[in-house]
């Protein structure tokens, strides 16, 4: 003879089993919240390193800058336009400005002879800054996008200018940016 209970008839749970399948709950609940702790304090980290990162790919970058200036004659305007890169709200429109990031590409080997980006050291710049090999291919994709975004550009001067551009809201969009007072001390301390 066996027992059938019927699908729809509620069991009752000693207390005992009530406590134990609530223990239980309790703790599947408690490593869930430890989980999402974990996985969101990561991604902080990650948005975090990020932007260190890009910090110390523009102080590296910036090396180069005292020469293009003394080679280019980079006026104060131009050097304004450094010194606010980073800043969203900050309208970028000196053409010489172009012609500043070209030059201090070039003191890398980030450019070809044709004035394009080269892939192999753009990427290895940016892995001896500090990025992941991850990183460093999502770099240089973007800047590949905004570069094939201002193709159309006949001027290089005014072509680096939208590439830097893009380049920057595209960064900012992943909310990899440095703040503007982080880069301004890493300056001053290397001045």
């Known amino acids: 003879m066996s027992l059938k209970i019927p699908l729809n008839t509620p069991l009752l749970l ?4 009530r406590y134990a399948a609530l223990d239980k709950m309790a703790a599947v609940t408690k490593w869930r919240i430890l989980s999402l702790t974990i996985c969101f304090t990561l991604g902080v980290f990650q948005v975090e390193s990020s932007a260190d990162v890009m910090k110390k790919l523009t102080t590296g ?6 020469k293009c200036k003394n080679e ?8 304004q336009d450094f010194y606010n890169f ?5 309208e970028l429109v000196n053409r010489e400005m172009g012609c500043a990031i070209m030059c201090m590409a070039s003191k890398f080997d980030l450019v ?18 500090g990025a992941d090999d991850d990183m460093a291919k999502q770099l240089v994709t973007i800047l590949h996008e905004c570069e094939t975004q201002a193709a159309s550009i006949i001027d290089d001067c005014s072509k ?3 590439i830097a551009k893009c380049f920057r809201s595209k960064i900012h969009g992943l909310k990899w940016a440095p703040s503007m007072e982080t880069i301004l001390e890493e300056v001053m301390t290397e001045v």
């Open 112 to 129: 070809t002879d044709e004035q394009k980006l080269h892939h192999g050291n753009a990427h290895e710049f940016a892995k001896s800054h």
């Open 61 to 66: 970058f910036a090396t180069a800058l005292e």
């Open 72 to 79: 280019l004659n980079i006026p104060d305007a131009v050097m």
């Open 160 to 162: 680096t200018l939208e």
């Open 14 to 17: 000693t207390s005992n089993t």
């Open 86 to 90: 980073w800043r969203e709200d900050y």
